[in-house]
């Protein structure tokens, strides 16, 4: 096979032909000229952005016969032998395919031999990322303290999967992705030199389909040009990227504008019927007003834009079109592009799309509806009938509004109010023997709730106990009140305990929450309304009323005392 694709044919052979990584060629070419050499790299970015061309660069340029310097001359002994792959110490390695303990223990094994033929052996490592944790430990000690004539070269597209105790050994170059413009400048170059004729805005139109990758880019060029006759056309590089042209998407964005659904379908219908991917047309469609939207905003950044060429029609459309549709065009069209993702009919959804496209409502400009008329009529009319309420004698305040003696608003209580007249019904019925009987099976009544996947629920009762108790009724005292709230207000929370409590006890019991402040005020206002004698509600910690009693409770709890008259 004589013939090679261009991207093999044009790799970059010297530190400048590294198109839009600048940021890593000129710190290289300093440490090169000043013989400040790192012992291992870690080449990071997009693919196509030439991190294996550099490593390669670097690996002749510290090997040159005439070093040092910053660019490899490319015609000594050194730099053609590993220009062509002949000389062995230069290593590439995939660690894609070669990404195993054994194989890393074999370079450690390897890298304490001097090299043959240049002067600095340099280990390649490609999709570095790939290396298993187990391959990784075992380069840990070489990587950080390799022999003087050894220089390790990483090139990943994850740097995210690489362990940082292998990032922190290296010096890190992040390549960026390459801008369009640079794209294009490279591939008119090649163009020139290869004699293949083009049209200017093919060649922009591949670059912009390149993503920021400059091997894919010469990828499509290379297939444009099979593709092409005699020149690669505009048509021919749309058929090759299977992007859609400029003007179509001005048409369908005029009809968008004008509300017309019929001419949207219409267009819609040919560029499917010519075969193109409707997946790859929403997401064009997206960029489109993407691109419009910045343009408004910037217009002057025409190399932020990242799909149109700013032709007559689209800037005119730019002009009519407001940023706030703009912003709901796009969240239409992002929404239908991830219901397409998951769909087996991705024609259906655009469609639907470019229907709500053409129904929605134009915002109105300068901020006025279109009911401003009735609107100010309105106001007229009351205007006029505040004069006359003037003349009746009524006081009018000075912002128009009657002076109208207002009742006094009640103040509105803030945080939870516990039902007093319940948590006293409850203290009459109260006995010990309930009180106690729900003490000794509260733990296990928190387990079931946590078995029964209410944990967060449980998790309000950790500082909340049982202080009363009836036949038909509980009382809980909680710590917090707005945990007392939280539990209050959540009917399935009450249902649960009150089947958990069923289950334990065999009676259904009303819950009853109260704050542990307000629980002390409550209590001693119902002592107080029992000291002329009634036995009552001897089954809540509340008996504490005479100072001898709070203090033995404090001592030995409430659940050891009992209080005889």
């Given at each position: 096979m004589s013939y090679q694709a261009l991207y093999r044919v044009w790799r970059p052979q010297q530190l400048i032909d590294v198109v839009g990584q600048e940021h890593v060629t000129k710190t290289l070419q300093n440490a090169l000229l000043q013989e400040k050499i790192s012992h291992a790299y870690l080449f990071s970015g997009p693919r196509g952005t030439g991190k294996t061309s550099a490593a390669k660069i670097l690996a002749k340029a510290v090997n040159c016969e005439k070093a040092p310097v910053t660019e490899p001359c490319n015609e000594c002994a050194a730099c053609r032998g590993i220009t062509d792959g002949s000389i062995?110490?230069?290593?590439?390695?995939?660690a894609a395919s070669n990404n195993g303990v054994e194989e890393i223990r074999d370079i450690r094994d390897k890298v304490k031999y001097a090299p043959n033929v240049v002067k600095y052996k340099v280990y390649i490592v490609d999709e570095v990322h790939m290396l298993s944790i187990g391959a990784f430990n075992a380069l840990l000690k070489?990587?950080?303290?390799?022999?003087?004539?050894?220089?390790?070269?990483?090139?990943?597209?994850?740097?995210?999967?690489?362990?940082?105790?292998i990032i922190s050994r290296c010096q890190r170059f992040d390549f960026k992705r390459i801008t369009a413009q640079a794209i294009t400048g490279r591939m008119k170059l090649i163009a020139d030199e290869t004699g293949a004729a083009y049209e200017e805005q093919a060649l922009q139109i591949i670059a912009r389909a390149a993503e920021g990758g400059m091997r894919d880019a010469l990828s499509l060029l290379d297939q444009a040009i099979s593709f092409s006759q005699d020149r690669v056309t505009v048509e021919d590089a749309l058929s090759v990227t299977g992007a859609v042209s400029q003007g179509f998407l001005n048409k369908l964005a005029r009809a968008v504008k004008d509300r017309d659904a019929a001419s949207g379908l219409e267009f819609l219908e040919e560029l499917l019927f010519q075969g193109k991917d409707p997946s790859r047309f929403i997401e064009d469609f997206i960029l489109y007003y993407r691109d419009m939207l910045l343009y408004k905003a910037a217009p002057r950044l025409e190399e932020s834009l990242e799909r149109v060429m700013l032709d007559e029609d689209f800037q005119q459309l730019a002009q009519e079109v407001e940023p706030e549709e703009l912003y709901e065009l796009i969240e239409v069209l992002n929404k239908a592009q991830q219901e397409m993702r998951w769909t087996n009919h991705p024609r259906i959804f655009l469609e639907v799309a470019i229907v709500k496209l053409c129904q929605l409502q134009q915002p109105e400009k300068s901020g006025q509806s279109a009911d401003i008329k009735p609107l100010m009529q309105k106001i007229e009319q009351l205007q006029h009938e505040l004069t006359e309420l003037k003349k009746n004698g009524v006081a009018v305040k000075d912002d128009g509004a009657p002076a109208v003696q207002k009742k006094p608003q009640r103040s509105s209580r803030k945080g939870f109010q516990a039902p007093v007249g319940k948590?006293?019904?409850?203290?009459?019925?109260?006995?010990?023997?309930?009180?106690?009987?729900i003490k000794s099976r509260w733990g296990e009544m928190l387990n079931m709730?946590?078995?029964?996947?209410?944990?967060?629920?449980?998790?309000?009762?950790n500082e909340a106990e049982p202080v009363a108790a009836s036949e038909t009724a509980l009382i809980v005292k909680f710590k917090y009140e707005i945990h007392c709230q939280m539990a209050m207000d959540n009917a399935k929370f009450l249902d649960t305990l009150t089947n958990v409590l069923f289950e334990l006890l065999g009676k259904r019991l009303q819950l009853v929450?109260?704050?542990?402040?307000?629980w002390q005020s409550v209590r001693e206002e119902f002592l107080r309304s029992?000291?002329?004698?009634?036995?009552?509600?001897?089954?809540?910690?509340?008996?504490e009323e005479e100072p001898h009693v709070a203090e033995a409770v404090k001592l030995f709890g409430a659940e050891l005392i009992e209080i005889k008259e």
């Amino acid at each position: 096979m004589s013939y090679q694709a261009l991207y093999r044919v044009w790799r970059p052979q010297q530190l400048i032909d590294v198109v839009g990584q600048e940021h890593v060629t000129k710190t290289l070419q300093n440490a090169l000229l000043q013989e400040k050499i790192s012992h291992a790299y870690l080449f990071s970015g997009p693919r196509g952005t030439g991190k294996t061309s550099a490593a390669k660069i670097l690996a002749k340029a510290v090997n040159c016969e005439k070093a040092p310097v910053t660019e490899p001359c490319n015609e000594c002994a050194a730099c053609r032998g590993i220009t062509d792959g002949s000389i062995p110490d230069v290593i590439e390695i995939d660690a894609a395919s070669n990404n195993g303990v054994e194989e890393i223990r074999d370079i450690r094994d390897k890298v304490k031999y001097a090299p043959n033929v240049v002067k600095y052996k340099v280990y390649i490592v490609d999709e570095v990322h790939m290396l298993s944790i187990g391959a990784f430990n075992a380069l840990l000690k070489t990587l950080e303290e390799p022999p003087k004539h050894v220089i390790f070269i990483l090139a990943t597209t994850e740097p995210h999967k690489i362990p940082l105790t292998i990032i922190s050994r290296c010096q890190r170059f992040d390549f960026k992705r390459i801008t369009a413009q640079a794209i294009t400048g490279r591939m008119k170059l090649i163009a020139d030199e290869t004699g293949a004729a083009y049209e200017e805005q093919a060649l922009q139109i591949i670059a912009r389909a390149a993503e920021g990758g400059m091997r894919d880019a010469l990828s499509l060029l290379d297939q444009a040009i099979s593709f092409s006759q005699d020149r690669v056309t505009v048509e021919d590089a749309l058929s090759v990227t299977g992007a859609v042209s400029q003007g179509f998407l001005n048409k369908l964005a005029r009809a968008v504008k004008d509300r017309d659904a019929a001419s949207g379908l219409e267009f819609l219908e040919e560029l499917l019927f010519q075969g193109k991917d409707p997946s790859r047309f929403i997401e064009d469609f997206i960029l489109y007003y993407r691109d419009m939207l910045l343009y408004k905003a910037a217009p002057r950044l025409e190399e932020s834009l990242e799909r149109v060429m700013l032709d007559e029609d689209f800037q005119q459309l730019a002009q009519e079109v407001e940023p706030e549709e703009l912003y709901e065009l796009i969240e239409v069209l992002n929404k239908a592009q991830q219901e397409m993702r998951w769909t087996n009919h991705p024609r259906i959804f655009l469609e639907v799309a470019i229907v709500k496209l053409c129904q929605l409502q134009q915002p109105e400009k300068s901020g006025q509806s279109a009911d401003i008329k009735p609107l100010m009529q309105k106001i007229e009319q009351l205007q006029h009938e505040l004069t006359e309420l003037k003349k009746n004698g009524v006081a009018v305040k000075d912002d128009g509004a009657p002076a109208v003696q207002k009742k006094p608003q009640r103040s509105s209580r803030k945080g939870f109010q516990a039902p007093v007249g319940k948590v006293n019904e409850v203290l009459k019925q109260a006995t010990k023997n309930d009180l106690v009987s729900i003490k000794s099976r509260w733990g296990e009544m928190l387990n079931m709730l946590v078995q029964n996947q209410m944990r967060s629920q449980a998790a309000l009762l950790n500082e909340a106990e049982p202080v009363a108790a009836s036949e038909t009724a509980l009382i809980v005292k909680f710590k917090y009140e707005i945990h007392c709230q939280m539990a209050m207000d959540n009917a399935k929370f009450l249902d649960t305990l009150t089947n958990v409590l069923f289950e334990l006890l065999g009676k259904r019991l009303q819950l009853v929450g109260i704050p542990d402040e307000q629980w002390q005020s409550v209590r001693e206002e119902f002592l107080r309304s029992q000291r002329d004698g009634d036995e009552s509600g001897e089954g809540f910690s509340g008996n504490e009323e005479e100072p001898h009693v709070a203090e033995a409770v404090k001592l030995f709890g409430a659940e050891l005392i009992e209080i005889k008259e």
